[in-house]
């Protein structure tokens, strides 16, 4: 007579799985991938008769960019006799946050003594140099807009430039909950000016 037999189950687990991590504020050159068990740890999570062997395979989810990305750890847990059975962990997140400020803002240039028509907004500074000023693990992208203040004259203006500036995941960097600009203002503050010879006083007048 003859008994036979196998093992025919996969190791089991024992222990509760962990929750994947989600919503990690970083671009995908700056993924925090820490939070994947080692082989040893998921190891000491399964029993199984014949022992239990763990091997494991990083991928990125494709499509993954600084917007959205996530990694996955896939864990290949094994006995003796090739019962195996897979489980995954997943590391996600994106580019939460707007480009920072590290250089200085340039001053606004204020008090020209020109009037409106003759105002020079050469002191409002291109977006290529105010790009400059910011630092984000994604690329920055500034805009811009000019506007006149509406209350302006001849006797007083003001010239406004308005920063858009974002990264490609659409962050907003704003100040005291408003878009970054500078300002150009002046007034005409000179006299009005004697372009003619001023006629003669008339003077020994022959009369009472």
């Known amino acids: 007579m003859v008994v036979s037999g196998s093992d025919m189950d996969s190791p089991v687990l024992t222990a509760a799985w962990p929750a994947d991590s989600a919503n990690q504020n970083s671009c995908l050159a700056d993924a925090d991938t820490s939070y994947f068990f080692s082989a040893d740890d998921v190891k000491a999570w399964f029993a199984d008769n014949g022992g239990v062997d763990v091997?494991?395979?990083?991928?990125?989810?494709?499509?993954?960019?600084?917007?959205?990305?996530?990694?996955?750890?896939?864990?290949?847990?094994?006995?003796?006799?090739?019962?195996?059975?897979?489980?995954?962990?997943?590391?996600?997140?994106?580019?939460?946050?707007?480009?920072?400020?590290?250089?200085?803002?340039?001053?606004?240039?204020?008090?020209?003594?020109?009037?409106?028509?003759?105002?020079?907004?050469?002191?409002?500074?291109d977006t290529d140099v105010i790009a400059k000023l910011f630092s984000d693990c994604d690329t920055v992208i500034v805009t811009s807009v000019d506007s006149l203040d509406e209350n302006s004259t001849n006797c007083n203006w003001a010239w406004i430039r308005t920063y858009t500036v974002q990264d490609s995941t659409g962050n907003i960097y704003t100040i005291d909950g408003h878009l970054p600009y500078m300002v150009v203002s002046g007034s005409d503050m000179d006299s009005p000016v004697l372009t003619a010879a001023w006629p003669a006083d008339s003077a020994n007048q022959n009369s009472c």
Do not use: E, F, M
């Open 55 to 125: 091997t494991y395979n990083d991928s990125l989810v494709k499509g993954s960019n600084n917007t959205s990305w996530t990694w996955l750890r896939t864990y290949h847990i094994t006995d003796s006799c090739g019962n195996a059975i897979d489980s995954t962990l997943a590391i996600s997140g994106g580019d939460q946050s707007a480009p920072a400020l590290t250089g200085t803002w340039p001053a606004d240039s204020i008090n020209q003594n020109n009037p409106l028509v003759d105002a020079d907004t050469t002191g409002l500074i």
